[in-house]
């Protein structure tokens, strides 16, 4: 067999054809329907070349070079210890479980690779214990369940709860029998030999190429020990695959986080503990009820609707005052009673600690404002969260990059404003790099028409809404059905919906009324149904087929400026002489527009219509930069041109081989 050495040397010399991901190579003769592409073997030259050199590659693939591919060969060739991120558990489970056993087994290799996610994604065997124990009142349907996750915890290796299907990803349930960095108890837990973390994270330790997501890999440079511990330093190099999503991932992780269901937990799992390990100690349920209370109590003043805002706007009102000093009373209360209870085992004495931290987290927040950093909340139906965000996250990430000097390669379909990476770049503080784009091997010009409506309003106008439905149902019915609907908010998302009702003959989704997965397994199944989503939507979903060939964006992707975050990113970026606009808000916008848009053609064969509404492409100055950086589809401001194509693709033209528009 080929040394791995020699492969590796393979990339390198030849990465125009006659190489491992050419028409003669191991994919091409082991994967059905493989299609050897120019741009797919470049970019594997060019993330070998990182990998051998120890160099930083920033790379662009259009949608259909076949990034995951081009990334898989070499690094599997490399003969080093590689960490691949990716954007979303979803998109890890599709790399480790689809993509990488299939171009493992058509290169030959004995790679010893390993999937790992934060410890909130396993099943936690004590946690499950204690929630069995509990004397929380159930519903039949919630003992039902716990009775099936546990005959599936004596059947499953991974304790990976994506395996378990029976119960929503989204139930609270999860919370009961899953661990957090908060309450786990580590090598003092009765379940350690067993625990399915630590078998993970070993796995892991002794791989040679290990699939997490951001949110892990960034759990773990923030020391939070949600992640893999001792993995980081022994990588050599790392692959950031949907690289556009690292700094918002980051300022999360870098920053703080103060929530209403931490305070929960704690509640809970003091009387819990209690029970089980103290239960002479009556003063605990009284103290974690009062903290419970406290807890609701500060929602309710933070007011009843869902928002998102500057803490300064409530951190002065009286109420609010009144029911954080209620608040942190009862805190200390409980750390109190918890101390002496502490040596009474080790889920108690994990609640002190917990106590303890959370107490030091709150004073921190509302003590003092910390510099170069904003301080907000959120609110939900019945919960909060006190975060305090880092405003530029490039210091922090280049002080890890630094101090793993080793390659890091970024790569997505949506990294460039046209051709410059100088905003992804700055955001993370990049210097030095190579940067490389190519742009989707599609046929564009030929299968996709983008479609710009004339005589919308402006789109702060209330009517707008309304006139983007106007304007889309002739679409929609000449696509018959077959169509995302991609919206900027929820509330024109709603109002889209509302007017929607009776005015097409096509079924009608709507994001939130089921899980992403089964919408999209809907979708798909249905044929001609009309999809209505939000930000989800936008990215990371693949829809291959007839069954979408419209796409439909109600207005140019900008940041809502009410969001406290970005409002003091835009005045950190004023105060140091720079363009907020032209800088952060225009780059961002235009770099999720390309996400959008990159829902419509998902396939060599694909076609359809993308319609985007916004009159501000033709109205402004700026609106040229949105659509040069479309891919080279034909544009018309007719309808019937819209409706010639998708007449043209009902009778099976070959490639949608449709008549030229004027």
């Known amino acids: 067999m080929t040394s791995s050495a020699e492969l590796r040397g393979a990339v390198f010399l030849d990465a125009h054809g006659d190489g491992l991901l050419g028409p003669n190579g191991p994919l091409a003769q082991h994967i059905p329907g493989f299609a050897p592409r120019a741009p797919q073997q470049e970019m594997a030259h060019a993330v070998a070349e990182a990998l051998h050199n120890d160099s930083v590659l920033i790379s662009e693939a259009g949608t259909g070079t076949g990034k995951t591919y081009a990334y898989l060969v070499p690094a599997l060739m490399s003969g080093k210890k590689i960490i691949i991120s990716t954007g979303t558990k979803n998109l890890q489970d599709q790399l480790y479980h689809r993509d990488l056993p299939v171009v493992r087994n058509a290169l030959g290799v004995s790679v010893r690779t390993a999937l790992l996610k934060g410890r909130a994604n396993y099943l936690c065997l004590y946690r499950l214990e204690m929630a ?81 997501n951001h949110h892990l890999l960034f759990a773990d440079m923030a020391l939070k020990d949600e992640g893999f511990g001792e993995l980081l330093p022994g990588a050599n190099a790392f692959i950031i695959d949907e690289a556009h999503q690292l700094p918002e991932v980051a300022s999360n992780f870098f920053g703080s986080v103060f929530s209403s269901r931490q305070l929960l937990e704690l509640a809970d799992d003091t009387v819990t503990e209690h029970l089980r390990e103290a239960g002479d100690m009556q003063e605990l349920p009284t103290t974690a009820d009062a903290l419970k209370k406290s807890a609701l109590d500060l929602r309710l003043a933070l007011g009843m609707q869902t928002r998102r805002l500057p803490w300064s706007e409530v951190s002065s009102q009286p109420e609010v005052t009144a029911a954080l000093q209620q608040l942190h009373a009862a805190l200390t209360a409980l750390r109190t009673a918890l101390k002496p209870a502490a040596v009474r085992g080790k889920g108690l004495e994990s609640c002190t600690q917990r106590a303890e931290e959370l107490l030091q987290r709150l004073d921190a927040f509302t003590s003092t404002a910390q510099e170069n950093h904003v301080q907000w909340l959120e609110t939900y139906t019945r919960s909060f969260t006190l975060n305090r965000t880092p405003l530029d996250i490039a210091p922090i990430f280049q002080a890890h990059m630094q101090a793993r000097k080793c390659a890091w390669i970024f790569t997505s379909a949506t990294l460039a404003v046209g051709d410059s990476f100088e905003h992804f770049s700055q955001r993370l503080a990049l210097q030095g790099t190579i940067t490389k784009r190519w742009d989707s091997p599609f046929d564009f010009a030929r299968n996709a028409v983008f479609y710009a409506p004339p005589d919308l309003p402006d789109p702060n106008s209330p009517a707008y809404t309304a006139a983007v439905v106007e304007a889309a149902v002739p679409v929609l019915e000449a696509s018959r059905g077959r169509a995302f609907m991609l919206f900027t908010s ?45 930000s989800s939507f936008w990215e990371g979903v693949d829809v291959r087929g007839p069954a979408l060939s419209c796409v439909i964006i109600d207005k140019l992707p900008f940041a809502a400026l009410g969001d406290p975050v970005l409002q003091a990113r835009l005045d950190t970026l004023r105060r140091q002489g720079g363009n907020p606009f032209m800088d952060y808000q225009l780059p961002a916008a235009v770099i999720m527009l390309k996400q959008g848009v990159g829902r419509l053609i998902r396939d060599v064969n694909d076609c359809g219509v993308m319609m985007i509404c916004d009159p501000r492409l033709f109205s402004k100055p700026y609106g040229q930069t949105f659509i040069n950086s479309l891919p080279p589809m034909r544009r018309t401001r007719k309808m019937e041109n819209v409706q010639k194509f998708f007449v043209a693709e009902s009778k099976r033209m070959q490639i949608c081989r449709s008549p030229d528009l004027t």
């Open 490 to 534: 929820h509330r024109a998302l709603q109002e889209a919906w509302t007017a929607l009702q009776g005015r097409v003959d096509y079924p009608l989704l709507m994001q939130g009324s089921s899980p992403r997965g089964e919408l999209l397994e809907r979708f798909r199944a249905l044929g001609n149904a009309i999809l209505l989503g939000t």
């Open 132 to 212: 069995e124990l509990d004397g929380r009142p159930r519903t039949r349907e919630e003992r039902t369940a716990l009775h099936s996750i546990r005959e599936w915890a004596g059947r499953t290796r991974s304790g990976d709860i994506a395996e378990y299907v029976d119960l929503p990803e989204d139930s609270t349930l999860w919370f009961d029998v899953t661990s957090t960095s908060d309450n786990c108890l580590g090598q003092e837990c009765p379940s350690f030999t067993d625990c399915h973390v630590v078998k993970a994270r070993r796995a892991a330790q002794e791989a040679d190429l290990v699939v997490v």
